[in-house]
């Protein structure tokens, strides 16, 4: 499935910016299965520095800086992308969830060491709670993969999806208790418990594709970006579930980045001297050619 895609980013403030630095995760992921055929930032005003690079997870970064006072900031980020069908995955064939935690501390393969740095307690992510939250599921022997599943309808079950409840620094233990948030949220709860277990989990960022009602139009900017989680598994590799909608990630789950926990993969993050209160508007638009 080829998708274009447009994501507008809205700064207002209320005051003059003497100053900007902004670090964007707005390209799109290249990986097994996703191509980018096309990728490009613009900003307004103009950065002074405009650079590329690498983050420590893989992730492409633009970083910016922009010394001209300004009172608004836009950055506009277009990408083509194809993201190709998975085979189905047999839930019941992969390992235990017990073997695949020792694989992970024992590190004996490079891919095993790789995901072992996705084991652990992360800014935004405690196992406060999480451990006990998954513990009915934890069955012995149960196949890896039939875990995730159990846990993402569990999650999505549980869960009821609603804003203003949450914000980027809700600790799990509150959103375990509020039984409700977004995207962001489901992620991390579903992150916790694996990782509470010694499973290797990551946090991804990204969009999906949504479809509007039966005879109505789609409506321009109303897409949103998404987030979800993978869990690896061994001789499968990393399989992403959605909590959200309780799924397996599909071709309409597009990857921007992955990281450990929203921190690591947040689609701008910076700071400004001066410019007082600011008003923030986003516009995504995820559109199949």
Not at 8 to 29: A, F, K, M
Not at 65 to 74: C, G, S, Y
Not at 163 to 187: K, N, S
Request: aromatic share 10%.
């Amino acid at each position: 499935m080829d998708y274009s895609i447009r994501h507008s980013t809205h700064y207002q403030y209320e005051h003059p910016v003497g100053s900007s630095y902004q670090s964007l995760h707005l390209t799109p992921r290249e990986f097994t299965r996703q191509t980018v055929a096309y990728t490009n930032i613009e900003v307004s005003p103009t950065p002074q520095n405009l650079e590329s690079r690498v983050d420590f997870f893989g992730n492409r970064v633009t970083d910016l800086f922009i010394r001209d006072p300004h009172d608004e900031l836009l950055i506009l980020a277009e990408s083509r992308v194809t993201v190709r069908e998975l085979e189905d995955v047999l839930l019941d064939l992969s390992p235990s969830w017990e073997q695949t935690a020792v694989l992970a501390r024992e590190a004996r393969s490079e891919d095993a060491r790789d995901a072992g740095r996705y084991c652990f307690p992360s800014p935004h992510i405690t196992i406060d709670g999480a451990y006990l939250y998954a513990a009915d599921l934890m069955t012995p022997g149960k196949p890896l993969l039939r875990l995730a599943m159990e846990l993402t309808a569990q999650i999505y079950t549980d869960f009821e999806y609603r804003g203003g409840v949450t914000d980027v620094y809700t600790p799990i233990p509150e959103v375990l208790d509020a039984r409700a948030g977004v995207c962001q949220d489901f992620a991390h709860v579903g992150i916790a418990c694996l990782r509470a277990y010694g499973l290797p989990a990551r946090y991804v960022s990204g969009y999906l594709l949504t479809r509007p009602p039966a005879g109505q139009p789609r409506l321009t900017g109303a897409d949103a970006s998404h987030a979800w989680f993978s869990v690896w598994c061994p001789e499968f590799g990393w399989i992403d579930f959605d909590p959200t909608n309780n799924i397996q990630a599909q071709t309409e789950h597009i990857t921007l980045s992955w990281g450990r926990d929203y921190s690591d993969v947040s689609p701008t993050r910076g700071y400004i001297h001066g410019g007082g209160t600011q008003t923030l508007n986003v516009a995504v638009d995820v559109v199949p050619i």
